[in-house]
């Protein structure tokens, strides 16, 4: 399975950004999926999670209350729409699968295939 995510870009502070996943190869319709981010400088983190169905969803604690994360199983692709955009959510963001599906994880351990990931640049 091969990930690509995009979406990234340069926005200002309180600005929005839409990311997007999807597959070659399999569908991701049967996979729980994440979104994880890396800082310049700093280790990657965790951001959101969503189970097969989309009716399980994580966030953590810093994006709460302004990031979404979403699915369209037609279409093959998770999203994580990103509002309030802060110049702490600068980072690369990854989107990974989890080929179990029915949990959410926010341990990168428990993923199975991640995306090359898309730079997003929050300028303050």
């Known amino acids: 399975v091969q990930l690509q995510a995009s979406g990234g870009g340069l926005v200002q502070a309180g600005g929005s950004l839409r990311l997007s996943c999807t597959a070659s190869?399999?569908?991701?319709?049967?996979?729980?999926m994440g979104w994880f981010r890396q800082a310049p400088g700093k280790e990657r983190e965790f951001v959101a999670a969503?189970?097969?169905?989309?009716?399980?969803?994580y966030y953590a604690d810093s994006v709460k209350g302004r990031f979404t994360i979403s699915r369209d199983n037609a279409k093959n692709t998770v999203y994580l729409q990103m509002n309030s955009l802060k110049p702490e959510d600068t980072a690369v963001y990854y989107c990974?699968?989890?080929?179990?599906?029915?949990?959410?994880?926010?341990?990168?351990?428990?993923?199975?295939?991640w995306g090359q990931g898309t730079k997003v640049t929050v300028s303050s």
């Open positions: 190869g399999r569908t991701l319709s049967s996979y729980g």
């Open positions: 990974a699968a989890d080929v179990g599906g029915s949990y959410i994880y926010t341990e990168q351990r428990m993923y199975d295939y």
């Open positions: 969503i189970n097969w169905s989309g009716s399980r969803k």
